[in-house]
């Protein structure tokens, strides 16, 4: 079944998610390949298949997923509701805990905080989640203020590795974290 749910999502982002031209990426980098995982992931079957997809790269230890808003919004909120559908009954234990989104900027007014979702005990694993990865600086933001509220992460698993050269995979394996991809950009074009 995993099979046919990445060809099926690698056809959806094909079709909606890339696109060729000249396009300046959020990096500052500009570059022939644009691709925009909104179109897939904010439609119901498509943030299904992702969601499924992205739950078998979660570490089996993790409590939670978490990201950088907006991009990973949705994906957090769909494996946290996939992991309820799918280890709920068969084996709870691997059930996580829920989603984290991480602000761009600390809220300003409250609590002020920089993380919305569960609190889970410090020490907590938590993987991220993040639709595209060019050089891998938003991830690192989202990873940096997980680690200052105290939780290990140890993985970044995104929809697509743009693999601008190995910027990203240095970047995250310098921080001690293993970047996985369900796509490489080359699959999309």
Not at 49 to 71: F, Q, R, Y
Not at 167 to 180: D, N, P, T, Y
Request: proline residues 3%; neutral net charge.
């Amino acid at each position: 079944m995993s099979d046919q749910l990445r060809d099926d999502l690698l056809k959806m982002m094909k079709e909606k998610a890339y696109r060729k031209g000249e396009y300046k990426l959020s990096s500052g980098k500009s570059s022939e390949h644009y691709v925009n995982c909104k179109p897939v992931i904010l439609n119901g079957r498509g943030l299904w298949i992702t969601s499924h997809l992205l739950l078998k790269t979660i570490e089996h230890d993790a409590k939670a997923v978490a990201g950088l808003t907006l991009g990973a919004d949705p994906l957090v909120s769909g494996v946290a509701f996939a992991s309820f559908q799918f280890w709920n009954n068969t084996n709870p234990k691997f059930m996580i805990d829920g989603g984290l989104i991480v602000r761009k900027e600390p809220k300003g007014h409250g609590t002020q905080a920089w993380i919305e979702g569960p609190v889970l005990p410090e020490g907590s694993k938590v993987t991220v989640l993040e639709d595209v990865v060019t050089t891998g600086e938003s991830s690192l933001f989202a990873v940096e203020k997980l680690r200052d509220a105290g939780y290990i992460v140890e993985r970044v698993v995104c929809i697509v590795n743009r693999q601008e050269g190995n910027e990203a995979r240095e970047l995250m394996e310098s921080k001690g974290i293993r970047l996985i991809s369900l796509f490489k950009l080359e699959d999309l074009i």
